[in-house]
């Protein structure tokens, strides 16, 4: 996926696929109540139509600033890091927890599920977003979760992004490290979650396999 440079909310909705489509389900779905309106006797009343179209409108900014925040974040880091090198990986979440998230922990909102996720590589951690298939797990049109700085266990962030604290998951019998698993967890409400890393584990490893 090429890099996300975005001019603003609207450019974001020109030129991605599953948002342009989230707009245009929602002019579609607020055409037919107003379609519906008209055919009614009363139709012609002022007052609907000014209620109906204030909702629309004020959903449709709601749907494009909530896509664009995560977008936002992301071009602010990558602008402050021009040269770190980014990669899209291959992951799972497990253990995924409903009720103590942030907005970065909706990493993935299919729990187990095999999806994408867009890595900022800096030295000693990583920016993480994860990219959510529209409207399937796996669909290439791609909306992206808040991003999050992953650190070291007891390391604090420097990027100014939520942070959460990164540590490999050994094996219980023999007590070896489990090659490309490791455990997430949130300062802030010590939520935790397991990632699961598909591809690229060598940029991950290197920064967390001796956490």
Same mark, same amino acid.
């Given at each position: 996926?090429?890099?996300?440079?975005?001019?603003?909310? +609207?450019?974001?909705? =020109?030129?991605?696929?599953?948002?342009?489509?989230? @707009?245009?389900?929602?002019?579609?779905?607020?055409?037919?109540?107003?379609?519906?309106?008209?055919?009614?006797?009363?139709?012609?009343?002022? %007052?609907?139509?000014? @209620?109906?179209?204030? @909702?629309?409108?004020? &959903?449709?900014?709601?749907?494009?600033?909530?896509? =664009? =925040?995560?977008?936002?974040?992301?071009?602010?880091?990558?602008?402050?890091?021009?040269?770190?090198?980014?990669?899209?990986? $291959?992951?799972?979440? !497990? #253990?995924?927890?409903?009720?103590?998230?942030? *907005?970065? %922990?909706?990493?993935?909102? +299919? #729990?187990?599920?095999?999806?994408?996720?867009?890595? !900022?590589?800096?030295?000693?951690?990583?920016? +993480?977003?994860?990219?959510?298939?529209?409207?399937?797990?796996?669909? *290439?049109?791609?909306?992206?979760?808040? /991003?999050?700085? !992953?650190?070291?266990?007891?390391?604090?962030?420097? %990027?100014?992004? /939520?942070?959460?604290?990164?540590?490999?998951?050994?094996?219980? &019998?023999?007590? $070896? *490290? @489990?090659?490309?698993?490791?455990?997430?967890?949130?300062?802030? #409400?010590?939520?935790?979650? &397991?990632?699961?890393?598909? &591809?690229? $584990?060598?940029?991950?490893?290197? *920064?967390?396999?001796?956490?």
């Amino acid at each position: 996926m090429e890099e996300w440079r975005f001019k603003g909310p +609207w450019d974001a909705v =020109w030129r991605l696929p599953a948002l342009r489509g989230a @707009v245009g389900g929602l002019a579609v779905l607020f055409g037919g109540v107003f379609a519906l309106i008209v055919a009614l006797p009363g139709g012609e009343d002022s %007052t609907a139509w000014a @209620v109906l179209g204030g @909702v629309f409108l004020g &959903t449709l900014v709601l749907v494009v600033l909530v896509a =664009w =925040w995560p977008i936002a974040a992301w071009q602010r880091v990558r602008g402050a890091w021009p040269d770190a090198h980014v990669v899209d990986a $291959e992951v799972r979440v !497990l #253990n995924w927890d409903p009720f103590k998230q942030r *907005r970065w %922990t909706v990493m993935s909102p +299919w #729990n187990g599920a095999h999806h994408r996720a867009r890595w !900022l590589l800096l030295e000693g951690r990583l920016v +993480w977003m994860g990219l959510q298939g529209v409207p399937w797990p796996d669909s *290439r049109h791609a909306l992206p979760s808040h /991003p999050v700085e !992953l650190v070291p266990i007891g390391a604090q962030g420097v %990027t100014g992004l /939520p942070h959460a604290w990164v540590q490999p998951v050994f094996d219980r &019998t023999s007590k $070896e *490290r @489990v090659p490309g698993r490791y455990r997430l967890s949130d300062p802030s #409400n010590r939520s935790e979650m &397991t990632l699961v890393i598909r &591809t690229h $584990e060598g940029e991950f490893a290197a *920064r967390f396999a001796g956490a």
